[in-house]
């Protein structure tokens, strides 16, 4: 005999779309606690698949189905199930249908799924080279064409895909290709007024920046959008002399001409020297640092800087700088 539980799984699939609503709103009631996601996680061979179909009915239907996924897939045992049963192309698939009206939670569901290795691999499509890396492209895509003023931005949280696939190998060389140009339309984001979006692209910045020995060029490629994005949130928000803005390209010296809003996030800060390290690991990286008067910068915001842990990656940063430029000064002394 059937328990109520399966008897409401089953429900799920019901033809009858009042008895369909009316369970999967149970379901979703059920995600919202501790308890109730234990009871479902002992159903999910026919509770996932159930819920994933009904993401292609109307809103009324769809929200809760998708509300509910994005409940269950906080486990991660329950968004490994997910992605064994193609819930990410699924999810991609009722993403760009023109009548979607769910697609800041389906975008929320891919968040989680790409938290997990195989999750962030279907997301990349990395078993099809002739389709490896439409999906991504596709969401920088509306990630770059939303608007993030509105109260409803349905691709904020692109952001954290973003982060999560660029932790994989595959994921950064994919952004870094300069054929495709996602880098450069990810880094324009940083001027969001969105917290949420700036730090999905400092996160994605700095992950990308761990194949800086590799392809190191490539980030440079476009460095006019990265030196901003990553030194003005470390630059403080004091303005800065014209004798130190002279030695900087115009698009960093104009913005530290005038007063600017702080990046009040600790965790933006971090990223961003973490990923300036990185780079000045590589010998042309620490040119480029240079030329943009980096080291001024960095040496004007960690004066400024009050966070324990920022000043510990301005200062890791600054050990660097100084023995990097110590290793070099006999090279230069001997070319006199």
């Known amino acids: 005999m059937a328990t109520e539980m399966e008897e409401l799984v089953s429900f799920l699939s019901s033809t009858s779309p009042q008895i369909t609503k009316a369970a999967v709103d149970i379901v979703r009631g059920l995600t919202g606690s501790m308890e109730g996601l234990q009871s479902l996680a002992n159903y999910s061979n026919a509770l996932l698949p159930a819920l994933s179909r009904l993401l292609t009915l109307p809103k009324e ?9 994005v409940n269950l897939s906080q486990n991660s045992s329950l968004a490994e199930a997910m992605v064994g049963i193609g819930l990410v192309k699924t999810t991609m698939d009722v993403l760009y249908k023109p009548e979607c009206s769910i697609a800041r939670l389906l975008v929320m569901l891919l968040v989680n799924l790409t938290q997990l290795e195989a999750g962030a691999a279907s997301l990349l499509q990395t078993e099809d080279e002739k389709v490896h890396g439409l999906y991504v492209m596709k969401l920088v895509r509306s990630f770059c064409r939303t608007s993030h003023e509105s109260n409803d931005d349905a691709f904020e949280h692109v ?10 190998r595959k994921g950064r060389e994919l952004l870094l290709d300069p054929k495709r140009g996602l880098l450069k339309q990810i880094i324009r984001q940083f001027d969001s007024n969105s917290s949420l979006r700036k730090k999905g692209v400092s996160g994605t910045i700095r992950n990308c920046c761990f194949e800086a020995e590799n392809q190191l060029q490539n980030l440079l490629l476009v460095s006019e959008f990265l030196w901003p994005a990553l030194l003005l949130p470390v630059a403080s928000n004091k303005i800065y002399r014209e004798q130190d803005r002279l030695k900087m390209p115009l698009e960093l010296g104009t913005a530290l001409s005038i007063e600017r809003e702080p990046v009040n996030d600790p965790e933006i800060r971090i990223q961003a020297l973490e990923a300036i390290y990185l780079i000045i690991l590589q010998e042309a990286g620490r040119r480029a640092f240079w030329s943009v008067n980096g080291p001024r910068i960095v040496q004007i ?5 009050e966070d324990p842990k920022v000043m510990e990656a301005y200062e890791q940063l600054g050990s660097l700088l100084v023995h990097s430029s110590s290793a070099e000064e006999p090279l230069s002394d001997t070319t006199k």
């Open 61 to 69: 239907v769809s929200e809760a189905a998708a509300e509910a996924l």
């Open 159 to 168: 952001g954290s895909i973003l982060v999560n696939i660029s932790k994989q």
């Open 301 to 305: 915001g960690y004066e400024d800087e």
